[in-house]
Structure formats: structure tokens, C-alpha cells
């Protein structure tokens, strides 16, 4: 089984630090967690007025099934590639890339927050395909597009609870918990899943244990912003987006000033979510989070056609694009895998 850990500021694996020994042109690469965003892996919408929009080219309708099935058959790709996580999220994320309305029914819970059982099916052959890879979850559990779907603060509560509790339930070692995406969009409709109160959650459900275990847990934030103390103090990891932050310099800069916040100690910093590529320029967004010994995580929205990125549904899980490649191939030089 898989086991995921943490010793000061780098990850482990099994109890060794990942990518054991690596270093790449001066950059050390050992115990960083390099990944990709795959949040629609479990994607499915009741809304049967936008369903039709996610209809499989080749059937003309959308399969739930269909989809993860075929996102777990490409996991070993990706770990030939050196890939050891991906991001996934029980609310989705937007399947349009970036989208100002989210009309669509992508949500893993009731309105009073019990894990719907095709959800958490899904999400349970994500966790153990990657755990049969030697892979990692960093499992989202809200969603500014969806959290509206749950009645109230008590039902995020519970959602939480649940989500954690299913976790621990099911013996899963090989997740990291991602609390929600991005707290500090505006668009949450629960205070609790705001920058003031996040940290709460964060704390509950590192206050879950089971024979003595509990998940590593963190939140991440839009494009461009420093976690704040209150996050910071609380989590087991920071995450952080680039989304929007085009200047590879930003980039590094970001990882500093990071790790100034106050209630910052030795701790893994990493980016699950960049639009940005330039894949065979010496310096991109992927390399300056390196120079700070900072994980990347590469996200592709990409488009509706199964021809696209990783995030537009429906999802073409192979490496059929030439920006898929240039990262996979980059990926590959810098593990050494």
C-alpha cells in the first residue's frame, strides 16, 4: 500500500523521500511531489440541461464510467513519466476551463453532505490506481462552482467530516487532503470556506484520526496569492496557483515570500495548478518553481472535444496533444524516469 508522508519540507513515499538522489541541472528534485490536475476524473452532471455539452464524440452522450475508467488505464503513463500525484477534486472544477456561470451538477454530496455512493465509487478506484502505481491523491473536497449545492455551514461540516471519515474508513495511505480550491474566490456561498475561517476546516479534519493516523492537509488559493498566517499556521503543506502569473520570476519570488508568512516552518511548498507551458524554453514556470525547491503542478482546461486539455470533459486521458507531451517530456528529464 502507498503511504504518503511528510519530514520537514519534502515528501516521502513508502518512507523514502521521493525521487531519491534526483537533482536536475543544480536544482534539487528529492522530495518534491511533481503533478498534474485532473479534477474531472470523477466528473459526472445531473443537470440534464448541460449534460449534452460533455457527450463522447464517438456515442454522442457522456459516461461517467466511461471516464474514469480511462483515466485510471493512463496512470502508468504517467508514471513512466515521473508523475507521483494528481490533483482531484469531489466538486470537480470548472469543465469549461474558466467559466463566470457553473450551472452544471458536478457534486459528490447530498444538500445535507452524505458522500453520494456513485461519487465516492468513483473517487475509490482514483485512490487505489494511483495506490497501485505508487501514486498520490490530493484529493479536493469543495468547489467554488458547486458549494452552493450543500444547505449550510452544518452540511459543509458534514461533508467534511464524511469525506475525512470515508478516507481513513476505506485504510487509504496515498492522500494528500486539498479542504476546497481556491478559498479566497469570492464566490464561495459558505463563510467557512472563506480565507477568515478556512483554517477551521483544516484543523477538524486534521482532528480526525483513526488508530492514532490522520490525512495531511492543506488548501490552496487563486492565481498568484500567499497563503495567509491563518492557513499557514494550520496546514500540513501550502499549496499555491499560478494561474494568471505569467512571469517565471513571479513565480520564484511567490515561493519566497511563502515561506516569510508568519507560522511558516519546515514545510513542502507546492503549485497543483499553472496554465502556463513554454515547455522548451530554459526558463518557465515549471523550472522557477524548482530553483526554490518548490513542486509544480501543471494544468491543461483545454477544450470540449476530446481532443484537449485535462480538465475539459470529455477528457482525452492520453498524452494526444503536443502541450501534453511537452510537459510529459520535460517531467521525464527532470525525475529521470
Known sequence: MTEISIQGD????DGRPTYAGRSWEGKRIE??????????????????????RW???????????RNVNEFVAALPVYKEHGLLAVTVNLQGGSPEGYSQEQPWDNNAFTAGGELKPDYASRMARVIEGLDAQGMVAIMGVFYFGQDE?????????????NTVNWVLDQGYRNVLLEVNNECDVPKYEHDILTPPRIHELIERAKNITRDGRRLLVGTSYGGGTIPRPNVVAASDFLLMHANFVADPDRIAAMVREARAVPGYRPMPILFNEDDH???DKPWNNFVAALSEYCSWGYFDPGRNDYAGGYQSPPVQWG???????????????????
Open 277 to 279: 507551458f513554454d515547455f
Open 10 to 13: 519534502q515528501f516521502y513515499i
Open 55 to 65: 457527450a463522447y464524440p464517438d456515442t454522442g452522450r457522456y459516461d461517467a464510467e
Open 31 to 52: 522530495g518534491l511531489l511533481l503533478n498534474s490536475r485532473m479534477v474531472q476524473a470523477t466528473f459526472d452532471d445531473a443537470n440534464p440541461a448541460t449534460r449534452a
Open 319 to 337: 498524452l494526444n496533444t503536443e502541450r501534453k507531451q511537452g510537459f510529459f517530456r520535460l517531467l521525464r528529464e527532470i525525475t529521470g524516469a
Open 149 to 161: 449545492r450543500l444547505a449550510d455551514e452544518a452540511a459543509v461540516v458534514a461533508a467534511l467530516d
